[in-house]
């Protein structure tokens, strides 16, 4: 994974412009409208993606995500930290400050 940013536990990140995406019976459609490319979100990732509507700290997300579901933090905080990555490098979500907080 070659991210273009350090996302950390502090970082914030935010939906990008130029998407737009839908709820489908919890899980969660994206259209990125600069590629025309589609993207599909499980229930865990949809949920992520809801709170992106906002910025929030990475760490604010994974604490949420502990919460709602029966994780443990580090392979929280590492899951994380990889579906951000990918929703980065298609350009889906923007980190907004990578030494916040």
């Known amino acids: 994974m070659n991210h273009r940013t ?31 490319t589609y993207y599909g979100l499980d229930e865990v990732g949809a949920t992520v993606w ?6 929030r700290r990475v760490g604010e997300i994974c604490d949420a995500l502990i919460e709602s579901y029966e994780v443990d933090a580090a392979r929280c905080a590492r899951d994380l930290i990889g579906l ?12 907004i400050d990578a030494a916040a907080g």
Do not use: F, W, Y
Not at 50 to 55: A, E, S, V
Not at 84 to 95: N, W
């Open 84 to 95: 951000l990555g990918e929703l980065e490098d298609q350009g889906l979500i923007k980190v």
């Open 6 to 36: 350090n996302l950390t536990h502090s970082a914030v990140v935010v939906a990008a412009e130029g998407q737009i995406s839908c709820d489908l019976d919890g899980q969660a459609a994206i259209l990125n409208l600069n590629s025309g």
């Open 50 to 55: 809801r709170m992106l509507k906002n910025p």
